[in-house]
């Protein structure tokens, strides 16, 4: 029973303690509001460019989902395979990584070619048909991964067929992306670093300038946790603004590339909406912004107090 009543003191102690803390540091900020609404707009500005550049880089992926080229993979078979072609397509349209199988017999590739010359007769020398008996494969995904693991299962199906893939622009496009997020990712950490010491710095001033304060606090037996407190609760505040501050600049300026982005693409025949941030983007600036205010303001505090006399 005393255990309990000791818990609930000592819980309770705890509560009023950080709410004391909470609400001076509110206090303090509502008392400087443009210094606070300094911070927060800087913090925002700093979130909002990866921010931005992440839903960019995530549509035009998305875009090019829409472009009308899809990898291809071309099976030429033996000749003495010639009369199980359709038994290979009906063997490979059961795959999963197949989209759709399309045999394509010799003399049908022969009509086709004969029909695409300007001069068809002069095919009329050749003794025989040189083309072989061809399926069309198309992969269920456009993406890198399945193609590169569709030839790999075809190469195994099909030891002795030639295989001939298209895929070589998927590539070049997954290579941009990749390239695009690495910069992208570098980008955001250095602005992060950036806005954790400029943070930082901002808490260690607030403490110096209550130098005084925080002197007598001490000879009245103030701990380092209690005179960090509200500097952490400030630097919870200042995120929290920023996030919401660079969530807000994020959906606006989504919003003015909206149409530029949806007018070049109707330039190429590509019916394409520009997709805004969903809920959990939002979540994820926010939460960042956060984490960099009380990383910064725990940073800044703890420099300041082992600093001050």
Partial sequence: MNRARALRDR????????????????ARRLQAPIMSLISIAVLGFILALPAFLWVLLDN??????????EPRIAVYLEAGESGALQEHARELERLADVGRVTAVPAERALEDYRADLADPALLDWMDGNPLPDTLDVVPAR??????????ATLAERLPDATLVSDDEWVRQLNALYQLGTRVLTIVAGLLGLGALLVLALASASELRERREEITIARISGATHRFLRRPSLYGGVYGGLGGGLFAVLLLYLGTWLA??????AAGAFDI???????????ALG?????????????????GHALRDAP
Wanted: glycine share 8%.
């Fill in 11 to 26: 819980l309770g102690a705890w509560r009023e303690a950080h709410a004391d803390a909470a609400r001076r540091s509110l």
């Fill in 60 to 69: 035009a992926r998305a875009l090019s989902a829409h472009v009308d080229h």
């Fill in 142 to 151: 456009s993406d890198p991964e399945t193609v590169v693991r569709l030839e």
């Fill in 258 to 263: 909206r149409e530029p982005l949806e007018t």
């Fill in 271 to 281: 019916d394409y909406a520009l997709r805004l941030p969903g809920p959990e983007v």
């Fill in 285 to 301: 600036v926010v939460m960042a912004a956060v984490i960099l205010g009380w990383a910064g303001a725990r940073l800044g505090s």
